[in-house]
């Protein structure tokens, strides 16, 4: 997939992710390279920059009968916002496109 | 590299920027210490993560951290290395106007030489082989001196250069901090 495209849906699909449940780090990056071919610098970049907009929340949780510990991720409520904001514009952009290949023009709405 | 190398790494390279340096660094433990947790070995969490340096643009670059400017040396500290570089001037000048005297001295004497060279065939009694031995050590011993003379001199007069640009920028800076 073309670099710029995944560049620009990343984060919604992170975001997307979240929304359904918690994620511990590795986990999500499993996740998304199942489909997407995606450094994990990038994924966790995406996340602590998330986390820093105050979208994403974490915490650390210990494994049961290990002494292993893993940092989960969830979305906190401004993080559901965003989700919903970036979803319409995605739904438009999709739309967008759709009519250029298409279409191979665009309607005044 | 081992996970502690690794992160000395980063913090290394992170350490010249202002912002939360300690959160990032703790983070990022955590991040490969769930890696490894998961079985990777450390190879494989640098081929995925990047190497220490390359982390360290991508952070620097996601979060627009901002360069630390260089440290400027405490006044008194300025002011003790003036006091000593005027007390160590006064050999260094003396030397200095020496060596200038011996220059001159060694001008006149290849010049001396490069006459001398030519003076020599003009003497009926000196033989061929005189004239010819006489002839090329004058002219080589003083070209020879002047090439090494006018190296010396070269760095002796950038080092010179140096010295007197370090003294006015510590002055200025001294008299700009009063």
């Keep these: 997939m073309a670099t710029q495209l995944k560049k620009g849906t990343l984060e919604l699909c992170v975001i997307a992710l979240l929304s359904h449940r918690e ?3 590795y986990e999500l990056t499993q996740e998304l390279n199942k489909e997407l071919v995606v450094k994990d610098a990038t994924i966790y970049l995406i996340l602590q920059r998330l986390e820093k907009a105050g979208f994403v929340h974490s915490y650390i949780k ?3 009968q290990t002494t292993k510990m893993r940092k989960y991720y969830l979305l906190s409520e401004e993080g559901k916002i965003k989700l919903q904001e970036l979803t319409t514009e995605w ?3 999709k739309s967008i496109v759709a009519q250029c290949i298409t279409q191979g023009g665009l309607k005044n709405e | 590299m081992s996970k502690y190398d690794y992160i000395y790494r980063l913090r290394m ?13 703790k983070n990022y433990e955590t991040i490969i210490d769930e890696m490894l947790d998961e079985g990777l070995s450390m190879e494989q969490i640098i081929q995925r993560l990047g190497s220490p340096a390359v982390l360290a643009d991508e952070i620097i670059d996601e979060f627009k951290l901002s360069y630390r400017k260089k440290t400027e040396t405490p006044k008194w500290t300025s002011i003790i290395l003036l006091i000593c570089a005027i007390v160590f001037a006064f050999p ?3 030397i200095i106007i020496t060596l200038l005297g011996s220059i001159f001295g060694t001008i006149i004497g290849a010049i001396g030489g490069v006459f001398s060279s030519f003076i020599i065939w003009g003497i009926p009694e000196a033989s061929l082989l005189t004239k010819l031995t006489v002839s090329i050590t004058s002219l080589a011993s003083s070209i020879s001196a002047l090439i090494i003379w006018y190296f010396l001199m070269y760095w002796i007069i950038k080092l010179c250069l140096k010295f007197v640009g370090w003294l006015k920028h510590t002055i200025t800076n001294l008299l700009g901090g009063l």
């Design chain 1, 23 to 25: 994620w511990y780090g």
């Design chain 2, 92 to 94: 260094i000048i003396t």
């Design chain 1, 62 to 64: 210990q494994i049961e």
């Design chain 1, 91 to 93: 739904e438009s952009l």
């Design chain 2, 13 to 25: 390279n992170l350490s010249q920027y202002h912002g939360n340096i300690d959160e990032i660094i």
